[in-house]
């Protein structure tokens, strides 16, 4: 297995790791372009461009790198800094450029999307139950003829929301280069939410110019913007885009954006947003479901040249639930631990060695008890106050949302749940009832209610 590939699947998780607990304006600010040349058992060595980012990074992030490397190789090992603006790491790298298999900056053609990413394509997304329609339809976009003036406006927005890690990004990439193998000459700005909206303040309050910034995004072909949710709750922001996506919606432009919830949940979103939103071709994907994980695990494992048997894949699906991006993350460290010790990666080894991945199932009792502190805090009363005998409307109303969460959340029964809240089954039938009444008639609280039921599920 080449080693140049091996410490690309390592740096990625350190960037992933960093990102627990920083900003990732900050991991991107400092990380953008460092490159880990090797790591032995007693040092880990890093080179990066400049002397500024050098020094940055001893001084704030040394600490953090031991840690994270500790997670993903089993120990922690010492870290040094390079510059390759003083010419430091030419010796460490010369094996690597000298190796078999040339990096994927050096091999890909170029693009004029930032943070080009050519390793996404259609051809390597897997493909189930919980993500087939969004998979569909992603390529119906990437097929368009973007050679005319004017696109098919049945799929414009093209609008995919679901839970972080499932893939949203990777359908973003693969429509952009599925384009661009088409149409070479396409103009395409792929951003995320969090960006767009920092540079529109930028622009605002820093550079006092908001006609290069209208001009950068109101002249491209297809739009990407991924996490829209972002903007939420922020006017101008919502201001600017609003106008943005009038302008290329007027001239036929495509418009891709993805979100972690469909635009009727987004409370804060303008009314015309949402309308616009919800105008064009809206799909969803859905955590992955046992068979589609055991599928992904097999292929990144080809990827980074494991041969895993059936055992250790079934197993990694089993326990490994939460997103895409952590089965990435195990295979990934799997590799890594076969690169520094060698041998084969058995089921032993493999439950020793990625404990911090396992889905630890929480109890149902334990979710109740989650659930009444997520109310509590959500309408301002205490536990007592809901487990108590009070029959005020402020005490009634979150002690019915507990139970209608517990029937949402939990696999307990109605009599557990009556039990957990000192009612019985007849008054958690009542409670049900009446919260899902309320939100059948009140738009506003049945947001409410499906941000708590993703609060828990989460």
């Known amino acids: 297995m080449d080693s140049n590939i091996e410490y690309e699947s390592i740096k990625s998780m350190i960037l992933e790791l960093l990102l627990e607990n920083n900003s990732s304006s900050a991991v991107k600010l400092w990380f953008d372009d460092i490159k880990l040349i090797l790591i032995d058992d007693s040092e880990a060595v890093f080179v990066t461009s400049s002397n500024l980012k050098k020094k940055v990074i001893m001084q704030r992030f040394t600490d953090q790198l031991k840690s994270v490397l500790g997670q993903i190789i089993g120990f922690e090992p010492n870290i040094s800094i390079l510059s390759s603006e003083n010419g430091e790491g030419e010796i460490v790298t010369e094996p690597i450029k000298n190796a078999s298999v040339q990096s994927t900056v050096e091999r890909q053609p170029t693009s ?34 973007y050679s005319g003036e004017f696109l098919s406006k049945d799929d414009n927005p093209f609008f995919i929301y679901g839970p972080s890690g499932v893939g949203k990004s990777h359908l973003l990439y693969a429509i952009s280069n599925k384009i661009l193998e088409n149409h070479p000459d396409a103009k395409i700005k792929y951003i995320t939410g969090e960006e767009f909206n920092n540079q529109i303040l930028d622009a605002i309050n820093i550079n006092k110019n908001t006609h290069a910034f209208r001009e950068k995004y109101r002249t491209v072909d297809v739009l990407l913007i991924d996490d829209i949710h972002f903007i ?3 006017p101008t922001v919502q201001e600017e885009f609003f106008n943005t996506f009038n302008s290329l919606y007027n001239l036929g432009k495509q418009i891709i954006l993805t979100s972690d919830r469909p635009p009727n949940e987004m409370k804060q979103l303008e009314e015309r947003l949402r309308t616009r939103f919800m105008g064009g071709l809206i799909t969803d994907i859905q955590l992955p479901d046992f068979d589609l994980r055991c599928a992904i695990i097999n292929q990144k494992s080809s990827q980074n040249g494991l041969n895993l048997s059936y055992d250790v894949i079934s197993f990694l699906a089993e326990n490994v639930k939460s997103s ?6 195990v295979v990934k460290k799997l590799g890594a631990i076969q690169l520094l010790e060698g041998g084969d990666i058995t089921l032993d080894r493999v439950k020793n060695s990625i404990k911090e991945f396992i889905h630890v ?22 536990r007592d106050d809901i487990l108590s005998d009070k029959r005020n409307a402020e005490i009634m109303l979150p002690r019915h949302i507990c139970v209608y969460l517990a029937r949402t959340c939990t696999n307990l029964s109605q009599a557990q749940i009556g039990k957990s809240i000192n009612r019985d089954r007849t008054t958690v039938i009542s409670s049900e009832n009446k919260v899902k009444t309320m939100m059948e008639s009140d738009h ?3 947001l409410d209610i499906n941000e708590l039921v993703r609060q828990i599920k989460n």
Do not use: C, H, W
């Open 232 to 234: 939420v709750g922020k």
């Open 112 to 145: 004029n999307i930032k943070g080009y990413r050519p390793e996404y394509t259609f051809d390597n997304f897997v493909v189930g139950s919980s993500n087939n329609y969004a998979a569909a339809f992603a390529k119906q976009v990437a097929s368009k003829d």
């Open 444 to 446: 506003e609280f049945a």
């Open 324 to 329: 895409i991006r952590q089965l990435e993350g």
């Open 361 to 382: 199932k929480e109890s149902d009792t334990k979710r109740m008890d989650d659930i009444i502190l997520a109310v509590s805090k959500k309408y301002g009363v205490t």
